[in-house]
């Protein structure tokens, strides 16, 4: 750890005192941590260690960088006074929030504005501020380097993925694949499910480091579920159509980010075999990068801007354009991140192109990203809808479209393949029980036979809307 957070010696001379911006001489030789930690302190008697410890952390040991965000925080927070939390580790380094609460269920503004990214760090700032939740130093640090270790072996072989969008074929600007945890769960991929139209070239079996760490990732997930819904949704509740069932990844798809310039755009994660409401457990690996999330805002409908009272603008002073400003939440080596349940409904998450980086000593540029996943039995290709092309189709929801907003759909998914045609446009509105179950076809059943009858009901159900 020292050595991974460590940076060069800083002379502090009485104007930085004076003037916590100014930024010192790194010119010198190693320092440790303490020695960081002591620096900050001078500069901000207030704060908690483990505070600055956090800040530290998450500009991997660089004290100016850290001086720099603790003096803007300063800057930005109100002058009223705030009561510091006296248990450690609970005050956020950057204290936006001192409460457990959601901006949801505690009635918090947000803190985004348009065109203004705001930067998170602490536990306590993410998980009230964005549909996520952080444990950082997850793994003991053998275990994180023997599955960093496991997994560089494997970087080589990684491709991009090809997919269609607007008639244009294009390639992820990273390399990734796919693992799956039994050697059935493999055969049941190439044989029956479908990504953006194709089947998927490269599948393989669960890495034994992986498969350790994958039980590690289920107990702790679990836990911050557990954790989300008691302290951060109303009444305590798990959300509409969200499985009350133990979360238990038995898949996951491995990202490499090779150097700044390696990135993925905003989008939401595909629903169709995990169901609706879906959780995933995101473990970071080498180089820090930023993730960033923006919340998606439905499109007004023509009439709300003909008519806008003082009352309205009181009750709702932010504008879209603020509520769908960016997060950067800030992922070191070793970091676990859980995108709850209301994340790919309701959210867009992407990793953000860095004009710099800071080279990890085992990982060098590189970044290694394992998104654990649960693939839910009942969403198999073999239980859900099929398009008229014969290909299983996607899950979807609308997000945009304030009237329909929040309800699934089930899409043909060939006009996105690659080599592909347009498809056939088939659609089928999705029905869910609450606890995310599908009904409205046979589980198991035959599709054809199923098919008129459920078009019948789709049709009946579009000319009400």
């Given at each position: 750890m020292e050595s991974f957070i460590s940076c060069k010696r800083r002379r502090v001379s009485a104007d930085t005192l004076a003037n916590p911006t100014t930024p010192y001489d790194e010119d010198h030789e190693e320092e440790t941590t303490d020695v960081k930690l002591a620096i900050l302190s001078s500069l901000y008697p207030e704060r908690h260690q483990n505070d600055l410890l956090e800040v530290l952390l998450s500009y991997e040991g660089s004290v100016n960088l850290a001086i720099e965000s603790l003096s803007a925080s300063i800057k930005d927070s109100p002058s009223t006074p705030t009561r510091r939390l006296t248990a450690p580790g609970l005050q956020s380094a950057l204290p936006f929030t001192l409460e457990n609460k959601s901006p949801s269920k505690s009635g918090l503004p947000p803190l985004t504005r348009k065109g203004k990214t705001l930067h998170l760090y602490t536990p306590q700032d993410i998980a009230t501020h964005t549909p996520c939740s952080i444990v950082h130093n997850f793994l003991p640090p053998d275990l994180a380097n023997a599955l960093l270790d496991e997994l560089l072996a494997e970087v080589p072989s990684y491709e991009s993925v090809r997919f269609k969008i607007f008639d244009r074929v294009v390639k992820s600007p990273h390399t990734a694949c796919f693992y799956v945890d039994s050697l059935v769960e493999l055969q049941r991929q190439r044989s029956e499910y479908y990504y953006n139209g194709n089947d998927l070239g490269d599948i393989r079996q669960i890495l034994p480091v992986m498969r350790q760490v994958s039980d590690l990732v289920r107990d702790a997930v679990n836990k911050e579920i557990a954790i989300r819904i008691r302290d951060f949704y109303p009444d305590s509740?798990?959300?509409?159509?969200?499985?009350?069932?133990?979360?238990?990844?038995?898949?996951?798809?491995?990202?490499?980010?090779?150097?700044?310039?390696?990135?993925?755009?905003?989008?939401?994660?595909?629903?169709?075999?995990?169901?609706?409401?879906?959780?995933?457990?995101?473990?970071?690996?080498?180089?820090?990068?930023?993730?960033?999330?923006?919340?998606?805002?439905?499109?007004?409908?023509?009439?709300?801007?003909?008519?806008?009272?003082?009352?309205?603008?009181?009750?709702?002073?932010?504008?879209?354009?603020?509520?769908?400003?960016?997060?950067?939440?800030?992922?070191?080596?070793?970091?676990?991140?859980?995108?709850?349940?209301?994340?790919?409904?309701?959210?867009?998450?992407?990793?953000?192109?860095?004009?710099?980086?800071?080279?990890?000593?085992?990982?060098?540029?590189?970044?290694?990203?394992?998104?654990?996943?649960?693939?839910?039995?009942?969403?198999?290709?073999?239980?859900?809808?099929?398009?008229?092309?014969?290909?299983?189709?996607?899950?979807?929801?609308?997000?945009?479209?304030?009237?329909?907003?929040?309800?699934?759909?089930?899409?043909?998914?060939?006009?996105?393949?690659?080599?592909?045609?347009?498809?056939?446009?088939?659609?089928?509105?999705?029905?869910f029980t609450d606890d995310g179950v599908p009904v409205g076809w046979k589980v198991g059943g035959n599709e054809d036979a199923n098919r008129k009858k459920r078009e019948d009901a789709c049709d009946s159900e579009l000319a009400h809307d």
């Open positions: 509740k798990k959300l509409k159509y969200q499985s009350p069932q133990e979360w238990q990844p038995n898949a996951a798809f491995v990202n490499c980010y090779d150097g700044g310039a390696q990135h993925v755009g905003y989008h939401s994660d595909q629903l169709s075999y995990l169901g609706p409401r879906p959780i995933i457990g995101s473990l970071s690996l080498g180089v820090a990068r930023e993730f960033r999330v923006r919340k998606i805002v439905p499109k007004d409908d023509p009439d709300d801007n003909k008519e806008k009272t003082k009352s309205d603008s009181s009750n709702h002073p932010a504008s879209a354009a603020d509520i769908s400003g960016q997060i950067a939440i800030h992922l070191p080596h070793n970091s676990l991140l859980v995108m709850h349940a209301e994340m790919q409904e309701e959210w867009k998450h992407s990793i953000a192109p860095a004009v710099t980086i800071t080279p990890h000593p085992v990982a060098g540029n590189k970044r290694i990203n394992i998104t654990y996943r649960w693939y839910r039995e009942e969403f198999r290709p073999k239980h859900t809808p099929k398009c008229r092309c014969g290909v299983p189709c996607v899950l979807k929801t609308v997000q945009r479209q304030r009237a329909n907003r929040g309800r699934y759909m089930w899409m043909c998914q060939v006009g996105n393949k690659p080599d592909g045609g347009k498809g056939c446009g088939w659609f089928e509105w999705a029905r």
